[in-house]
């Protein structure tokens, strides 16, 4: 569903993908990994169109969108979990969610979007207790839970998510990637990107490494796992010995 | 005249242009809620409304329901068209850069206004006749009544507007995260120019009413700005409740000082309150501590 080809970004001149190509099948979960600074969440800017000068191609369901803006992006059903969770801090749960279903409220209606609400309670039901709460006040993990049940309240056809585990405690971590799972198991198609490359390996069905604006290695996670390229890119104990 | 019916007196002055602190507080939340900026030129909204008021019924003889919808909107139109020309073309800018182009746009409105009307200062008939009512030993002008009564629904319009449409959902997300706010698929660009739109048309509501007890020259709108920015601060930026209740505070002790103390001390009140406002809690009488931690400034 989502195509990308040699696609490059610029911050200014300097170019931060040297050249991207990759693709998603829909109901995959697709890992990018790479340790900081490989340009994984430039690639997710681009996609998103918070980016905008980029050369190459973005095809969507077979529709070029590399140029589209944000705003028709997000209509065509891709979402982004932000890094950093960026949500609106003094506004409430509740209104947190309802935003996040903006760009539909005049197709879909008020009836509608309650009902997604009630699915996105059931499936978080902390954040029906806290839904009158500044989202601001909620714990890290809670507020992770919150920006994802934010993007899905866009009804996605694809998620991408940057980095949903990062700086939370290891259990809520666990449960973070949990919840990929089971969005998977439910139909959802996601670009799952991750610091923390064996717990995203454990559950993704292919993945991407990027280093410094390229990929220089994919394949299933089992065979990523073993693979001296990916070590050498990331686990940096390993690097010397490969060295050596 | 009893003491009993001097403080009544005070009082009804003092809610009077406490009113229209309120108002003009108001006018700096809504840029505030949704730009995260003070938009300084707020006060010269509120001097344009009143003076083309003025020029409409007196020069133009129109009829004061059509004169008010007719400035409102000319108001309007100046406040988007400021947004579009100064503030919209600009790319990342920082909320300082901001803040000095509202400075800017509000020496020109003054500038614009002298070239216009003069330096002469003019009044407008009251809405309804200029006979005070007689309560208890103290007046009270039916112009009052007039303003109370339209900042009331001004404040109720707002309040549904901002806590129960989507678009005044969006205008506050667009103010806390504008990044985000461009995730949800909201356009940030068209929402600023909304908050500058109806912070100009509220701004010249307050002008209108006001013109016919305060009188309007083209400089009438700094010293409104600098108390209705009092009365923001000191109602905890952002509230519109609290921009309100600080706006008759201020009003009230104003009058309260002019009356027994002197009234050359009238001006200085509200900025000793805004010091110690600032010094003692930053975020307001009214303003959540823990929302404002969350908030820019």
């Known amino acids: 569903m989502l195509i990308i080809r040699s696609l490059k970004s610029f911050y200014g001149r300097l170019c931060a993908l040297k050249g991207i190509s990759l693709h998603i099948r829909k109901g995959e979960i697709v890992g990018l990994i790479g340790a900081n600074g490989a340009g994984k969440t430039t690639l997710l800017n681009s996609i998103m169109g918070l980016l905008s000068s980029k050369k190459g191609e973005i095809l969507f369901f077979e529709e070029n969108i590399t140029k589209y803006s944000p705003r028709q992006i997000i209509k065509l059903g891709i979402s982004l979990v932000p890094e950093g969770r960026q949500l609106f801090a003094p506004l409430t749960v509740m209104d947190n969610l309802i935003l996040g279903a903006y760009h539909r409220y005049q197709k879909d209606g008020k009836a509608k979007i309650r009902a997604d609400l009630e699915v996105i309670f059931g499936r978080f039901p902390i954040l029906r207790e806290r839904k009158k709460q500044p989202a601001g006040t909620l714990s890290g993990g809670e507020q992770r839970m919150l920006a994802i049940g934010r993007a899905l309240m866009a009804k996605p056809r694809l998620l991408l998510m940057d980095e949903p585990s990062t700086g939370l405690a290891p259990v809520i971590g666990r449960e973070v990637f949990h919840i990929i799972s089971e969005l998977r198991e439910q139909g959802t198609t996601i670009l799952l990107v991750e610091q923390n490359a064996k717990a995203a390996l454990k559950i993704v069905d292919r993945a991407y490494v990027m280093e410094t604006g390229r990929i220089v290695a994919q394949g299933n996670p089992n065979d990523l796992i073993n693979n001296q390229e990916v070590k050498r890119a990331y686990l940096g104990k390993e690097y010397k010995k490969i060295w050596e | ?297």
Not at chain 2, 32 to 39: A, L, P, Q, V
Not at chain 2, 128 to 149: C, D, H, R, V, Y
């Open chain 2, 1 to 297: 005249m009893s003491l009993g019916s001097q403080i009544l007196q005070y009082l009804f002055t003092g809610i009077t242009v406490g009113s229209i602190y309120g108002m003009v507080a108001l006018g700096f939340n809504i840029i505030y809620n949704s730009t995260g900026i003070i938009n300084l030129a707020q006060g010269e909204f509120v001097m344009l409304g009143g003076m083309i008021m003025i020029s409409l019924t007196t020069t133009f003889k129109l009829p004061l329901p059509l004169g008010f919808l007719i400035s409102v909107l000319l108001v309007t139109m100046i406040g988007a068209a400021f947004e579009r020309l100064a503030i919209h073309p600009l790319k990342n800018p920082s909320v300082i850069t901001l803040i000095i182009i509202t400075v800017a746009g509000s020496i020109l409105f003054k500038g614009g206004a002298m070239f216009l009307w003069g330096k002469g200062t003019f009044t407008l008939p009251a809405f309804s006749g200029e006979k005070p009512i007689f309560i208890l030993g103290a007046t009270i002008l039916p112009q009052t009544l007039w303003i109370l009564g339209i900042m009331g629904i001004v404040v109720l319009l707002l309040t549904l507007f901002f806590s129960f449409t989507q678009a005044g959902k969006a205008m506050k997300a667009c103010a806390v995260n504008r990044e985000a706010a461009n995730l949800m698929g909201i356009n940030v660009k068209v929402m600023v120019l909304f908050s500058f739109a109806l912070s100009a048309a509220i701004g010249a509501v307050a002008g209108i009413i006001i013109a016919p007890i305060s009188l309007m020259d083209y400089n009438r709108g700094t010293m409104l700005a600098v108390k209705g920015f009092c009365a923001a601060v000191l109602g905890g930026l952002g509230s519109n409740l609290g921009a309100i209740t600080a706006g008759f505070i201020i009003g009230i002790m104003e009058s309260l000082g002019a009356g027994f103390i002197s009234s050359g001390y009238k001006d200085a009140i509200a900025l000793v309150v805004l010091l110690v406002v600032l010094f003692v809690k930053p975020s307001g009488i009214l303003g959540n501590k823990e929302r404002s931690q969350l908030k820019k400034f």
